[in-house]
């Protein structure tokens, strides 16, 4: 009974998370889903190790923690183009791009006056063109997800 209870609250959590992340801004869910995930594999192997199952936890409890060290090692405080609310006219990707206001809107192809939802069909029109899953390139995708975020932004 114990474990159908385990298993009831995990998936509330899960249920609560994904509701979290849907109404979440993009750069916000890439700089938290990390350490999240990494809090959620420590505990968890923690748990399978006090349960006897140390042959499973001790590896998850080590690749949590590696998780957590990739995200804030070397300075990196963590990941996401956009600058959030704080009046800049330029994003930055991590990689040091940056893009004015005014590349975005040509990026995107769209106004200066447009809509939040003007820009988010311009923006699924032209991921179908570049994604790398349809014969695009990271980089065009990662171009087009900043010039979205910073209009979003905007």
């Not at 995200?71 to 330029?90: E, K, L």
């Not at 990271?138 to 932004?153: F, I, K, P, T, Y």
Request: proline share 5%.
């Amino acid at each position: 009974m114990s474990v159908l209870f385990g298993v009831l609250i995990a998936l509330g959590a899960m249920v609560v998370l994904a509701w979290l992340f849907a109404k979440a801004k993009p750069s916000f869910v890439v700089k938290i889903a990390r350490p999240v995930a990494a809090v959620a594999v420590v505990l968890l192997g923690i748990v399978m190790t006090v349960r006897g199952m140390g042959v499973l936890g001790v590896p998850m409890v080590l690749a949590g923690i590696g998780f957590l060290l990739t995200g804030t090692w070397r300075g990196r405080p963590g990941f996401g183009g956009g600058q959030g609310g704080n009046g800049r006219s330029q994003s930055q990707t991590p990689q040091g791009e940056s893009m004015s206001i005014a590349e975005a809107r040509a990026t995107l192809g769209v106004e200066p006056g447009a809509s939040h939802d003007d820009i988010q069909r311009a923006y699924r029109e032209m991921m179908k063109k570049v994604h790398p899953d349809t014969g695009g390139s990271g980089a065009l995708a990662r171009r087009v997800q900043m010039a979205r975020d910073l209009l979003l932004d905007d």
